[in-house]
């Protein structure tokens, strides 16, 4: 089995970000919520628009990151693993993931895309760890294990 962990939500926090720069409290986000620009009440073009690629290598870590990484890498015998995540429209976003990931993780290996679903269906058994009951119910869909996290 090989395991596959999200960034954004699970190892990095994107939404606490973005709360801080508009006012809000990460605290009062709306459970099973994770469309972004509907929370903030603006478009996506908006919410994503001028994200540099060192807007996102910069984003914070959450706190359990390492640990949940050293968690995966122990089941895994320390190899078959790796980041699944999936980028806006914007390339910069998965460039600045990237950056993020070589400097917190630099050992990892990492996946850029948008549709998380078309790994579980590669032919052998899959689990990915999310923080979106989406991408959780489309990987399972597709024949893949999936856990929601947190």
Same mark, same amino acid.
């Given at each position: 089995m090989?395991?596959?962990?999200?960034?954004?939500?699970?190892?990095?926090d994107?939404?606490? &970000?973005?709360?801080?720069?508009?006012?809000?409290?990460?605290?009062?986000?709306?459970?099973?919520?994770? /469309?972004?620009? &509907?929370?903030?009440?603006?478009?996506?073009?908006?919410?994503? #628009?001028?994200?540099?690629?060192?807007?996102?290598?910069?984003?914070?870590?959450?706190?359990?990151?390492?640990?949940?990484v $050293?968690?995966?890498?122990?089941?895994?015998?320390?190899?078959?693993w =790796?980041?699944?995540?999936?980028?806006?429209?914007?390339?910069?976003?998965?460039?600045?993931?990237?950056?993020?990931?070589?400097?917190?993780?630099?050992?990892?290996?990492?996946?850029?895309? =948008?549709?998380? $679903?078309?790994?579980?269906?590669?032919?052998?058994? #899959?689990?990915?760890v999310?923080?979106?009951?989406? /991408?959780? &119910?489309?990987?399972?869909?597709?024949?893949?294990? =999936?856990?929601?996290?947190?």
């Amino acid at each position: 089995m090989t395991i596959f962990l999200d960034v954004d939500g699970v190892v990095c926090d994107l939404m606490g &970000e973005l709360c801080r720069e508009r006012g809000r409290d990460p605290a009062t986000w709306p459970a099973g919520v994770y /469309n972004l620009a &509907e929370v903030f009440q603006v478009p996506s073009e908006v919410l994503w #628009h001028d994200r540099s690629e060192a807007w996102w290598a910069g984003l914070p870590t959450l706190p359990w990151a390492s640990a949940l990484v $050293a968690e995966v890498e122990r089941l895994s015998s320390g190899g078959r693993w =790796a980041f699944l995540t999936a980028p806006v429209r914007d390339p910069r976003s998965a460039a600045g993931k990237l950056r993020w990931l070589r400097a917190r993780f630099p050992t990892a290996r990492a996946f850029v895309g =948008a549709d998380k $679903a078309l790994v579980a269906s590669l032919g052998c058994k #899959h689990l990915l760890v999310d923080d979106s009951a989406e /991408n959780v &119910e489309a990987f399972r869909g597709a024949g893949g294990l =999936a856990v929601l996290w947190p």
